[in-house]
């Protein structure tokens, strides 16, 4: 039994009609559920990091977490709303997002700011990677409109990676 068996029993009651199979619903909601859970601990974790950066570029710094911690919060309800269209079953709590996140959490008491927006980074790229993953299994179902949910949450998940790539890089005495 998964993990996420475990905390969700499944209710025939919620099954909304749709004409996706039954293996293609339970594929793609657990797929989605995945980069559901991995989306809460990246939006907390880009809220830790804008609470708690620090330095002379605090303000510019602060002021990207946020945007991004928004960014990845309005993910959520689409991805976990397109679960229920189909008839799946999504995140009941914050235990089942525990259970099913794949990014780490960053529970140190200092970060230097470049290592907060590294992290994150790479935490954005895994969750593109994730969504990748999703786009093809729904394809594989002819999900369309959970394939093309996905593309833009894949270009919003690449311009924070974008953004953290480019504010985290090295300067020099040109301006670059
Ligand atoms: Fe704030």
């Known amino acids: 039994m998964s993990a996420a068996a475990k905390i969700v029993s499944s209710s025939s009651t919620l099954d909304t009609p749709t004409d996706i199979s039954a293996e293609g619903v339970k594929a793609i909601s657990e797929q989605l559920n ?19 950066v620090s330095g002379p570029h605090f303000r510019d710094y602060h002021l990207l977490l946020d945007e991004q911690a928004t960014s990845v919060e309005e993910s959520i309800d689409p991805l976990a709303e397109r679960i229920r269209k189909i008839g799946g079953e999504t995140l009941r709590s914050i235990g089942h997002v525990a259970k099913l996140q794949t990014i780490k959490d960053n529970n140190e008491a200092f970060v230097p700011p470049i290592e907060m927006l590294r992290q994150l980074m790479e935490d954005n790229k895994h969750i593109a990677a994730s969504m990748r993953k999703a786009h ?24 924070r990676t ?15």
Do not use: M, Q
């Open 136 to 159: 093809e299994i729904a394809d594989k179902y002819n999900d369309a409109a959970t394939a093309s949910l996905l593309e833009n949450t894949i270009d919003d998940t690449e311009k």
């Open 34 to 52: 995945v980069i559901i859970a991995d989306a809460f601990a990246l939006y907390l974790k880009t809220k830790n990091f804008h609470w708690h």
């Open 162 to 176: 974008w953004f953290l790539f480019e504010t985290s890089r090295a300067g020099d005495n040109s301006g670059h």
